[in-house]
């Protein structure tokens, strides 16, 4: 524990810890009222929410969400919002991980006294995630974990009729996200990756149906940590199976290295991203709507409904990369599945039994 006074009530009261964020001391009271007060600051000046609006916040039982409800159910209450709050979560399906964490949500719904609705991967696609990993490796999994969750968040906000979908995203998430696009030169997400608020009338990339906010936007992802510690939540911290493997971690751990040298360097990146402009003649893709589900997506067909064909038709990478070898795959199958005559497909189906 710091030896010196808190910096915010002029040594009142020992600091308890430093904030991340200034590396300054702080005690817990002072922390607590400046990391509440920064993140009521975001809502007004960003203008997130409407007094009358139903917010879904997307609970993960992960310390994000958490914190994020909390946090908005204080500011609801203290500063008149008038905001109806419901709790939000989906079930990807993956033992031993979203099963527990699960657990953590409905607790938190008891204590904060606010509705919960629960949709999972496998009503809504068909497929679990530990069914997916078993089809396509832990190689490529997160897209199809990132893809369909962003969808299933759309689908149960719709269920909930709210106005707007809040997620816990942090400063650190955001910085990381700047970094990847920028990495994979991905201009289109680049543009927007930065904004508070997407899908609404000021956004006119390609978006989701429902409008999502940011409210934790600015906050340091350890200042998240030492709130919900020093508050006491209840929160689930274990990491998710599956993403060990992800493209992100390797961002995430660059960012930290970055972070230990020069505390700012998350915020600057953010305020870096928010300054980058993308030329006028630069192609951008263009909004439209799902041939098969009527979600938003730039291509004729979403990315959810691509891989799940691929899925079902046994080309779990279709969806991923450069698909055309994949596409030819499939159309072969469907060819050659289409003949009323035993087609190759099930003559190998039929030796492989014989064999085993």
Request: proline share 4%; net charge positive.
């Amino acid at each position: 524990m710091p030896s010196a006074t808190c910096v915010s009530c002029n040594g009142q009261r020992p600091a308890a810890l430093v904030r991340p964020k200034t590396s300054e001391p702080y005690c817990k009271q002072c922390f607590f009222d400046a990391f509440e007060r920064e993140i009521h600051e975001t809502i007004v000046k960003e203008q997130l929410f409407k007094p009358g609006e139903t917010i879904a916040v997307a609970a993960s039982g992960g310390k994000d969400s958490t914190v994020l409800a909390h946090v908005l159910k204080l500011l609801n209450e203290r500063h008149s919002y008038g905001l109806k709050l419901v709790l939000l979560s989906i079930d990807e399906g993956i033992t031993g991980y979203r099963d527990d964490s699960l657990e953590t949500v409905k607790r938190n719904q008891q204590q904060y006294e606010l509705p919960l609705i629960i949709l999972t991967y496998k009503e809504l696609y068909g497929w679990s995630m530990d069914e997916i990993v078993k089809a396509v490796g832990r190689k490529n999994n997160c897209t199809f974990c990132g893809v369909f969750r962003r969808q299933a968040l759309d689908r149960g906000a719709m269920k909930l009729s709210v106005n707007k979908i809040a997620t816990g995203h942090n400063a650190d998430d955001i910085a990381e996200t700047i970094l990847m696009n920028i990495l994979r030169g991905d201009i289109a997400r680049l543009k927007r990756c930065t904004l508070i608020m997407t899908g609404d009338e000021s956004d006119d990339s390609e978006g989701s149906i429902i409008p999502r906010c940011k409210p934790l936007k600015y906050a340091y992802e350890k200042e998240i940590v030492l709130y919900a510690f020093y508050k006491r939540l209840d929160y689930f911290s274990t990491e998710c199976l599956y993403s060990p493997n992800a493209y992100r971690g390797n961002i995430r751990t660059y960012i930290k290295d970055l972070e230990r040298l020069r505390p700012s360097s998350i915020i600057d990146i953010i305020h870096s991203g928010e300054q980058l402009l993308v030329k006028q003649s630069t192609k951008m893709p263009v909004q439209r709507v799902c041939e098969r589900c009527s979600y938003c997506s730039s291509m004729p067909i979403c990315k959810a409904c691509l891989l799940i064909e691929g899925l079902n038709k046994g080309v779990p990478k279709l969806g991923i990369g450069k698909t055309e070898r994949y596409r030819k795959e499939m159309q072969k199958k469907d060819e050659c599945c289409s003949d009323q005559s035993l087609c190759h497909c099930m003559k190998e189906k039929l030796t492989v039994n014989e064999h085993n």
